[in-house]
């Protein structure tokens, strides 16, 4: 036999794929249109297509999936973030979590099928794993095609044969449904129906939704051939060499040395609230201000001391500068958190004050396994760091943020606290801020409100409907 043609012949396993690859398509088409997604990034449509894809991985790879106490945990965490988006309201919360799920599921997916040459707990194999998705949704397009081209012997498909054939079967269809229909009304009924559907068709739509499918099955098939035939990996990516233990010193000490002037004028300006002349607005609008700032100066701080951690291996030097950057950069969370806290007080809560709640939590979390690395020989600070985080976002995304921002806002704005509440702002939580709007009507400090009233706003979100499947957020009332 031609060797060619053998090694492009497909097992039960390849057609099996490409199967899965024709469902996962017609799946992502239907969950994924961007003439559905009303309300962002579809809630229910994600779970179902999450769930669903892991189970085409696991049926491909079958018996030959190789389990790790790291792979199992990302593939719980996807699962539970899967689940977490048909019951989260707020769109901005289900992609971050759906970006994750998509990390953690291409991760998991190299690491079953052990074409992966890092290990998932190494920080480089988000590196590998983005390169192995690109190159694998691609590279085996042609692969059904020369399988369906390399069969042999009275099992080929002669594609010019089957056209052939069909010309010739149009004027016998034509003659045979014609006589059919002049002898039987309800066989004339049906045919006439469907001639008419046909007529009525979009051809541009019809055709853009064959390219299209065709285009995710091939990619979905791609991908799921890769796992299967990739061959593993032996060797990595080139090392960098890595730079001089003087130049980490002369970072931590520079980082420091500034991390220092911010916490002396925070503990002098901002916790013991002197007055300065730089403090525009006065002091309540300087304690307000900045506070996204710092999270993110933070989160700065807080990599560059893990970049330099290899300093604090080699000297006692490295290792004071860290703890010392470590404390200081805490010191910037508590100045961010405290300057959160006022401002929630003045203006109310939203979402992203929400997630810069959360931004706070992780990242003085990250900042102590810092200094335990700092601290700890051979501690391995990814696969810890990675792991809390991890589980930090999943318990967040199963808190319904709409809710308690706006019941929230609503009691602060009803006790006195706020001076006035944002029922647009609400409203545009969605449904899960019925009950607090239902309370701000009734109370008799209700907001005299100009178009759309009030009543408006609890109208729309009552009489809210989704136009598919998808968009269902899963409530408990």
């Known amino acids: 036999m031609d060797e060619t043609k053998s090694a492009n012949r497909f097992s039960s396993r390849d057609w099996l794929t490409l199967a899965l690859g024709i469902a996962l398509a017609l799946l992502w088409r239907e969950v994924f249109s961007l003439d559905k997604m009303t309300y962002g990034l579809p809630a229910l449509g994600a779970a179902v297509f999450t769930l669903a894809a892991w189970a085409a991985v696991l049926l491909v790879l079958g018996s030959r999936a190789r389990w790790t106490r790291a792979n199992i945990f990302t593939t719980v965490i996807a699962l539970l973030l899967a689940v977490a988006c048909a019951f989260q309201s707020d769109p901005l919360i289900r992609i971050g979590s759906f970006l994750i799920i998509s990390a953690l599921s291409v991760l998991s997916y190299l690491s079953l099928a052990g074409n992966s040459f890092y290990a998932i707990t190494e920080p480089k194999a988000l590196l590998e794993g983005l390169g192995s998705f690109f190159g694998g949704i691609f590279k085996n397009w042609d692969k059904p095609f020369r399988a369906l081209a390399s069969r042999d012997g009275g099992r080929r498909l002669n594609i010019g044969g089957v056209v052939l054939g069909a010309l010739i079967a149009v004027p016998l269809l034509v003659l045979v449904i014609s006589g059919l229909s002049e002898a039987d009304a309800v066989f004339e009924s049906i045919f006439t129906g469907l001639f008419d559907s046909i007529f009525e068709l979009d051809v541009a739509e019809a ?172 501690f391995k600070f990814w696969p810890k760091a990675a792991a809390c985080v991890l589980c930090l976002w999943t318990l967040f995304a199963f808190v319904n943020v709409g809710s308690l921002v706006s019941n929230y806002n609503v009691d602060a704005y009803l006790d006195g606290r706020l001076e006035s509440v944002d029922a647009q702002y609400l409203h545009s939580l969605g449904p899960d801020s019925l009950d607090a709007l239902y309370r701000l009507r009734e109370s008799s400090r209700a907001p005299g409100m100009a178009t759309p009233s009030l009543d408006e706003l609890i109208s729309s979100l009552e009489n809210r409907e989704t136009n598919d499947w998808t968009d269902i957020v899963i409530r408990f009332r």
């Open 207 to 378: 055709v853009w939704d064959a390219a299209s499918t065709l285009l995710f099955t091939l990619m979905f098939f791609s991908a799921f051939y890769f796992l299967l035939h990739e061959p593993k990996r032996t060797e990595g990516f080139v090392k960098m060499n890595p730079l001089p233990t003087s130049a980490l010193i002369t970072v931590l000490a520079l980082l420091t040395a500034v991390c220092a002037l911010f916490a002396a004028i925070q503990f002098k300006y901002l916790f013991a609230g002197e007055s300065a002349a730089a403090m525009s607005g006065g002091w309540a609008e300087y304690a307000r201000s900045g506070f996204y700032a710092l999270v993110r100066v933070a989160f700065i701080v807080c990599v560059s001391a893990l970049a330099c951690s290899r300093a604090s291996r080699e000297g006692i030097a490295g290792r004071i500068l860290t703890c010392a950057l470590v404390l200081l950069a805490y010191v910037m969370l508590v100045s961010a958190a405290y300057r959160l806290y006022l401002y929630v007080i003045a203006y109310g809560l939203s979402v992203l004050r929400v997630m810069a709640m959360w931004a706070i939590v992780a990242i003085g979390v990250c900042l102590t396994l810092v200094a335990v690395k700092a601290l700890r020989d051979g």
